[in-house]
């Protein structure tokens, strides 16, 4: 049952979700010493890092800067193996933090929450699980991430097939063997990618069936070795400071390269994009030239480069002209950064299925028919994403103040206040929800977002208050900030999950944060530093004589 307080509800802090952003909100919460509880819908703590688990799904921050960085204790006593840490590393990872800070009593497993009813009399949260429990809570912190709600393609007759279907976002804990299988990969993203290289080898043959290509650039992973580990550990400090830093837009260690294309002649910036090319994972965008995302003739030099690169990878000219995008820059789509993607299809096994030139009719029992012809599978994998940003919140059931229904007022876009709370829904608070992160290092906005949480919960429970609702001029003016720099970011509202492209019927509205870090210290800073919430504050009693 639920923990004892003193009050009138079962638990000061009720979290939802037990991934990255989950197991931290718990923490802080308990180490602030709320009374605090976590239900997690899996059978196990991690969130993507729980339900993601298909072959060679790896990170593409570096681990040390994705993990947590505000213990120096944690810190110390974790060793990763890989720059790029695997599925199954970050799973012991997530593991062993849950149990370094002694969470685990804290968190129900296989606990889905169905429903958050506020009620405005009591001041409290009533939510309900799939298994029919009930908790009421006072502050309802829903870390239910962007990536947790998997979309399957719309294909006629796809619930016909006999074989084994999978998508990367609910993969099983039974390892699915592709010895000698028959395997179609929808979806050529970060996952997609990710699994062609692990498997090519294993299997009889592998058809990928792509969509959009995309700009595919190599991971450049690397064990971490004792000197890179004990250098780490001497730098502990320096690290989390740059990293916690609102000054460091994208949440990274990468050293920009301090000029600007111009600096260089066409020969210097080959040279560059070559050294770029070779620099681990998001350092292509990150350590590349600063005008890259803002100016189009040089993104667009830097696009010939990346397909000659691939030209130069791919045995069949045919294949590599396919797997080359020619309708969007680099980085106006999430860009995968994967080793021996291009490799793989030099690999007899592998084949490309340009699904603009050859649609999918149907799958059928045995197999998936194009516009060419019938394939036989024995496994099908569906790399197809996520409804990204909004896809949890909006199925959870949420119902706040005046009739306010998250999964029918949200149809439009979502409208809230620092990503992370919204008029009308006192008391709740979804830390890497929609217009949470701005492009980076997802954890580092996250982490930004629960330690304004924690620190506006302390301070409500120092003054007395019970109540946090954002009030509707301090939603209208995120917004607009919102809408207005959207247009400047460099994704494309045609292309990018992060404008909802890749969910078929979702509306086009951009779904993170396009001001980045600096907007949200900005907008968030001068409340915690003045104590002045701009009314967003208040108590039991003036709330509920409000309504
Ligand atoms: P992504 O990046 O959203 O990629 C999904 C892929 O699936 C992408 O290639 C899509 O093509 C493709 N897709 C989606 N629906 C269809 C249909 N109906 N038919 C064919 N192909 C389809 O998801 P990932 O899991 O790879 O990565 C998610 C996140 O994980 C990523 O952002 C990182 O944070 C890590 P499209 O490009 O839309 O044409």
Not at 114 to 122: G, H, L, Q, R, T
Not at 277 to 300: A, H, I
Request: hydrophobic residues 35%; glycine residues 10%.
């Amino acid at each position: 049952m639920a923990e004892q307080t003193s009050s009138d509800v079962d638990v000061e802090v009720l979290v939802i979700g037990a991934g990255v952003v989950g197991i931290y909100a718990l923490q802080r919460a308990l180490e602030a010493g709320f009374s605090a509880q976590t239900l997690e819908a899996g059978e196990g703590v991690g969130g993507v890092w729980y339900w993601n688990r298909y072959p060679s799904a790896r990170f593409d921050s570096e681990s040390y800067t994705y993990g947590y960085i505000h213990s120096k204790g944690l810190f110390d006593k974790w060793r990763w193996e890989e720059e790029f840490a695997t599925q199954p590393e970050i799973e012991r990872y997530l593991n062993f933090v849950v149990d370094h800070f002694d969470l685990r009593r804290h968190i129900r497993t296989g606990q889905k929450v169905v429903s958050a009813v506020w009620n405005e009399a009591d001041t409290a949260w009533t939510v309900t699980t799939e298994k029919g429990e009930t908790i009421r809570a006072r502050w309802v912190v829903s870390a239910t991430g962007g990536l947790s709600v998997p979309n399957y393609p719309d294909l006629d007759g796809l619930e016909d097939f006999k074989g084994q279907a999978y998508h990367t976002g609910a993969w099983p804990h039974t390892p699915v063997d592709f010895t000698g299988k028959r395997v179609a990969i929808i979806g050529n993203g970060p996952s997609g990618a990710q699994i062609l290289p692990a498997i090519v080898d294993l299997v009889d043959a592998v058809d990928l069936y792509q969509r959009t290509p995309t700009w595919t650039t190599p991971l450049n992973n690397a064990p971490i070795t004792d000197e890179r580990h004990a250098w780490l550990l001497d730098n502990f400090e320096e690290i989390a400071g740059k990293l916690g830093s609102a000054a460091n837009p994208t949440g990274f260690l990468h050293e920009p390269a301090g000029k600007f294309s111009t600096a260089d002649s066409f020969d210097e910036r080959q040279a560059f994009y070559e050294k770029v090319w070779n620099s681990p994972g998001f350092g292509k965008l990150t350590t590349n030239y600063y005008d890259m995302t803002t100016n189009r003739e040089v993104n667009l030099e830097f696009c010939e480069f990346l397909a000659n690169k691939v030209r130069s990878i791919v045995n069949d000219p045919i294949t590599a002209e396919r797997l080359i995008p020619k309708d969007h820059l680099f980085g106006a789509k999430r860009p995968p950064f994967v080793s021996n993607y291009y490799e793989s299809f030099n690999n007899p096994r592998a084949s490309l299925i340009a699904l603009r030139e050859t649609p999918i009719v149907r799958v059928d029992a045995t197999g998936i028919e194009t516009s060419e012809g019938h394939r036989e599978y024995d496994i099908i994998v569906f790399a197809t994403g996520f409804d990204f940003g909004t896809g949890a919140l909006t199925r959870m059931g949420i119902k706040g103040l005046e009739g306010l229904d998250l999964g029918t007022d949200w149809e439009d876009g979502p409208t809230d206040f620092g990503g992370f709370s919204a008029h009308q829904l006192p008391n709740f608070f979804f830390p890497g929800g929609p217009h949470g992160a701005g492009g980076g290092n997802y954890p580092r906005y996250s982490q930004d977002q629960i330690d304004w949480i924690t620190g506006t919960l302390i301070y409500a429970r120092e003054h007395g208050y019970e109540r946090f609702e954002p009030t509707a001029e301090q939603q209208e003016a995120w917004m607009t900030m919102i809408e207005t720099l959207a247009p400047k970011s460099i994704f494309s509202a045609e292309h990018s999950h992060y404008y909802g492209a890749n969910v078929e019927g979702k509306v086009r509205k951009f779904l993170l944060n396009p001001g980045g870090r600096a907007k949200l210290h900005e907008m968030l800073g001068e409340m915690t530093a003045t104590g002045n919430y701009g009314g967003a504050l208040s108590s039991v009693r003036e709330s509920v004589s409000a309504v």
